[in-house]
């Protein structure tokens, strides 16, 4: 899980937080609560998961609550890697 917390981390800032450093943002903060992520937010996300980590969602259950934070993220990238064997 920790391969890809910085770069969703900085994705994330890059995308919709330009103002914010890394070290500014918890990984446990709410995105969503925060206002920092809505639904095309999170469609966004998805693609850049697939894109960046080959992660083939389309078979996957996905939930809102797996955009809440940068650890969410973190874990639905290990999980959906781990189940399709990725890395």
Known sequence: MQQYMKEITAFVIEE???DV?????ATDYDLVAGGVLD???VLKVIAWLEDRF????DDVEIS???FRSIDAIARFAAQTADSAGVY
């Open 54 to 57: 080959g992660l083939a969602t």
């Open 21 to 25: 450093r890394p070290d500014q943002l």
């Open 39 to 41: 639904s095309l937010g």
């Open 64 to 66: 809102p609550d797996d």
């Open 16 to 18: 919709f937080l330009p």
